[in-house]
């Protein structure tokens, strides 16, 4: 039961996301989508990603999304969508079709005995090329910021 | 009646993933497509959990799910850094007004 109101509630904040005019709104309703997903995850039995997903998805994106709609400010866009309506909902037709045909045989198949391993040894043995490839990407992120945050004061500058 | 829980988590991925899909596919407004595309992301995560759930190797979905939350928020950051500087050199953020390059 509490399964069926989180997926209801998690479909619900994505379609207010994408419905919603004003573009904080928006960002909002992504958070408590982001929020209902984390506890999706923690019933599915993904402790650590449930915790992650709720302090960066909810967290720090919520606030970099918040950050860059107060620099760039909300805008009134046409509602003329950028391809017909009919086309987009066909390609996603045929996209679910494609998905569940793929994705459905999977889910009745009996799971094999693996050996247990823990989240850290799999992290920082198996993968640890992730590890590595993780904090470039967390570099890029910070360097992406500060231009950002630079070229604002320069232009402030100039002016 | 009740539906288990890959059902459900079944239903979860490809309602988040239609809903980024067809948001990316129909909004113009660049800030908007970011949301899109973190909305599927989402998706993604809920199907790497249930995958590790399937095949009862919880610790490889996981770890594969944080490269995937990592590389994601690093993607909004670098968009939204890029939608900013739009919305300053060119003054909007409608993605059918960025048509310099096609002169």
Not at chain 1, 98 to 105: D, F, I, K, N, S
Not at chain 1, 124 to 137: E, M, N, P, T
Request: glycine residues 8%.
């Amino acid at each position: 039961m509490w399964q069926i109101l989180i997926m209801v509630g998690i479909l619900l904040c994505a379609i207010m996301a994408i419905r919603a005019q004003r573009l904080l709104v928006s960002a909002l309703w992504l958070a408590g989508s982001s929020a209902l997903v984390a506890l999706f995850l923690f019933l599915l039995g993904a402790a650590e990603i449930a915790v992650i997903e709720l302090s960066v998805g909810a967290g720090l994106v919520t606030v970099l999304f918040v950050f860059a709609i107060n620099i760039s400010g909300e805008e009134a866009l046409a509602a003329h969508p950028l391809i017909p309506r009919p086309l987009a909902w066909a390609v996603i037709a045929i996209s679910g079709l494609l998905v569940g045909w793929l994705m459905l045989p999977g889910v009745d198949v009996a799971a094999p005995v693996l050996a247990a391993s823990d989240l850290g040894s799999t992290l920082w043995q198996s993968r640890s090329l992730d590890v590595f490839l993780q904090a470039v990407l967390i570099f890029a992120g910070a360097l992406a910021m500060l231009g950002l945050l630079a070229d604002g004061k320069k232009a402030e500058v100039e002016e | 009646m009740t539906i288990s829980i890959p059902v459900i988590a079944g239903i979860v991925i490809l309602g988040l993933v239609g809903i980024g899909l067809y948001a990316l596919l129909a909004v113009r407004n660049l800030i908007k497509m970011i949301i899109a595309l973190q909305i599927m992301v989402k998706g993604v995560l809920v199907a790497f959990a249930l995958a590790g759930r399937l095949r009862s190797d919880m610790a490889l979905a996981q770890s594969m799910a944080l490269t995937i939350i990592v590389s994601d928020t690093i993607v909004a950051v670098i968009g939204l850094a890029l939608a900013v500087q739009i919305r300053r050199h060119v003054g909007t953020l409608d993605i059918k007004a960025l048509t310099t390059l096609r002169r």
